[in-house]
């Protein structure tokens, strides 16, 4: 059987066949969109954040102009999406607060970031990463699952999948691997579609195993 290393830089290598570009999968022109568009990705498919943002960014391409709008203006752009009226009143408020206290600008560090409101950690470890280059590992639910499926982390949280892969993993390969990652949990290794014995990177990882693996939610 392979060492969780071993697993690692295999996994490392065969992401990087299967996906040598790694576009961020938000439409976002700016390090100020990219971060709305995180924001209201939560609990939301990253298709669906792509229909409504066009017309928001139209309305509130920058932080000024964004706070300029009304609550219920951006509510009635992004009224599709789940939990929109809390989400609304999020952007609404971290506009004015870039405008008031970061000078209009999205500031690069997670304390300011994850500061803001309806900005949690994996947000900001977005924003760190792509849009300013900071190796952070984010976790969503496809690395969650494959992290557990692929013998890589237990799964006893979020934090704890993210803490395990950053050791697994050299950080210059963080910002890409990540992506890399939840690529492969959408197109092979889905929440139905593999039990840990199906997709062919589980059945290389562990040919001989047999049973479905049970992996947490987070």
């Known amino acids: 059987m392979m060492k969780k290393s071993e697993r690692a830089t295999l ?73 929109a009226k809390t989400k609304a009143r999020n952007v609404h408020k ?49 690395i969650h699952r494959l992290a557990q499926r692929w013998g890589l982390s237990k799964g006893e949280s979020v934090v704890k999948t993210e803490s395990d892969l950053k050791a697994l993993f050299p950080r210059e390969h963080w910002n890409r691997l990540h992506l890399q990652i939840i690529f492969f949990g959408r197109e092979h290794c889905t929440a139905r579609g593999c039990d840990g014995t199906v997709c062919k990177l589980c059945r290389e990882l562990y040919p001989k195993r047999r049973k479905p693996v049970i992996w947490r939610k987070p």
């Open 11 to 83: 996994i490392l290598d065969r992401l990087n066949e299967e996906y040598p570009e790694t576009p961020v999968p938000l439409d976002h022109s700016d390090p100020f969109t990219l971060l709305i568009a995180v924001l209201l990705s939560a609990q939301c498919t990253d298709k669906k954040v792509n229909e409504v943002t066009p017309a928001l960014f139209a309305a509130g391409p920058t932080p000024a102009a964004m706070a300029a709008l009304e609550e219920a203006e951006i509510h009635n752009h992004i009224r599709q999406l789940g939990l």
């Open 94 to 142: 971290l506009a004015h607060i870039l405008v008031n206290v970061h000078s209009g600008e999205v500031p690069d560090s997670f304390e300011q970031l994850e500061a803001l409101p309806g900005v949690g950690h994996k947000t900001a470890s977005v924003v760190m990463a792509q849009a300013f280059g900071v190796p952070a590992f984010p976790v969503d639910t496809h």
